[in-house]
């Protein structure tokens, strides 16, 4: 059972920055879409960003688009979510997820069927 691994959480003064990482347990879990996703106490998770298998498309939330940035590392098994002037709204448990997906890629949770456990992420004002 392969395992997904975030690392990179921490407290952070708002305008600060932050990277997030991911990488699975098995080092051959490669091939596979990306994506971030939070969630702060009692919401809903929500989509942060995501990027395709190859890493040749990335979808971005509104919400942190211009200041958010997803990519992957040359092996395409670890991704990186790149937080640059983190705002207190940010904070949140921060989810990293894989998925077979091919096409664009996806901003719902189901499609996605591996998730990391999460690392928090606060912001201070």
């Known amino acids: 059972q392969v395992q997904l691994v975030e690392s990179g959480g921490g407290l952070v003064q708002a305008g600060g920055s932050l990277r997030l990482s991911c990488a699975p347990s098995?080092?051959?879990?490669?091939?596979?879409?990306r994506g971030w996703f939070r969630q702060a106490p009692g919401e809903e998770r929500e989509f942060v960003a995501s990027i395709s298998w190859n890493g040749g498309m990335t979808t971005i939330a509104d919400a942190v688009k211009g200041r958010f940035t997803i990519f992957r590392d040359g092996a395409k098994n670890t991704v990186y979510l790149q937080m640059n002037s983190v705002k207190p709204e940010d904070t949140a448990v921060y989810y990293c997820?894989?998925?077979?997906?091919?096409?664009?890629?996806?901003?719902?949770?189901?499609?996605?069927?591996?998730w990391g456990q999460g690392t928090q992420v606060t912001v201070s004002s």
């Open positions: 098995d080092r051959t879990f490669t091939n596979y879409a």
């Open positions: 997820a894989a998925g077979r997906i091919y096409g664009s890629p996806s901003q719902m949770p189901h499609e996605y069927g591996y």
